[in-house]
């Protein structure tokens, strides 16, 4: 069965500072991984993903993760975070034995201060 | 122009009450979700389905089922509607073939609340 830890389930940051959001999965087969954003009262919007190729993935919004194998880790990170990108932050992944439906972490609530 | 739709945005309704969810894709996905989001933010996968298969999460009561007019609906129906089952509902789809495009798009969700 696949599953994902996200280690933080709240990220409080100050506006222009980076910020990295953990994820791990766990599987033993190749898995598709992705970054969701739900903004309160919205749906999930995804921010980007990962199927193969280059571990380094660029999304919207000035969001970008690193896929490390060795680690089973798909980290969210942005170099400078806007008070509008105050929202939950969904990990998932799918793919893995055979299994298309995404499962989701339990979200990471990242707070932006003035 | 919505990719995913769900019908109503808010559900409000007495405890033992039967409703139903509603929901539509226009992007031409084979695969169709129903996902519970609890007060904790937590993403529970409900029901998957597409024009094959019906793969339904063994947790969900019996009270619960999903109902597909063709393939771009995917409904859900709820009998003898309990407190617990307060929640957002989410609707989504994905291309379950097309390996390179298979991320889920989701629906704004239906906040359910059952008084």
């Known amino acids: 069965a696949q599953s994902v830890t996200q280690l933080d389930s709240q990220v409080p940051v100050f506006e222009e500072a980076p910020v990295e959001l953990r994820c791990n999965y766990s599987?033993?087969?190749?898995?598709?991984l992705f970054w969701y954003v739900q903004y309160p009262n919205q749906g999930l919007q995804l921010l980007l993903k990962?199927?193969?190729?280059?571990?380094l993935v660029k999304g919207i919004n000035g969001f970008e993760a690193e896929f490390n194998k060795s680690q089973t880790s798909f980290h969210l990170r942005k170099p400078s975070v806007h008070i509008s990108d105050t929202a939950e932050y969904f990990c998932?992944?799918?793919?893995?034995?055979?299994?298309?439906?995404?499962?989701f972490g339990r979200g990471t609530s990242l707070i932006v201060h003035p | 122009d919505t990719a995913v739709s769900q019908t109503p945005k808010y559900l409000v309704t007495q405890m033992g009450n039967d409703k139903s969810i509603k929901c539509e894709q226009n992007l031409g996905h084979d695969t169709m979700y129903w996902y519970k989001q609890d007060s904790k933010k937590f993403l529970k996968i409900m029901f998957s389905y597409n024009n094959k298969e019906l793969i339904i999460n063994e947790t969900v009561p019996n009270r619960f089922s999903p109902k597909s007019p063709d393939k771009a609906h995917l409904n859900l129906h709820i009998n003898s509607l309990e407190l617990g089952d307060s929640a957002v509902y989410f609707c989504?789809?994905?291309?379950?073939?097309?390996?390179?495009?298979?991320?889920?798009?989701f629906g704004q969700g239906t906040r359910l609340t059952v008084v």
């Open positions: 998932a992944v799918s793919g893995a034995s055979g299994s298309y439906i995404p499962t």
């Open positions: 990962y199927l193969s190729g280059s571990t």
């Open positions: 599987s033993s087969v190749s898995v598709y």
């Open positions: 989504a789809s994905s291309h379950q073939t097309r390996t390179q495009e298979n991320e889920a798009f």
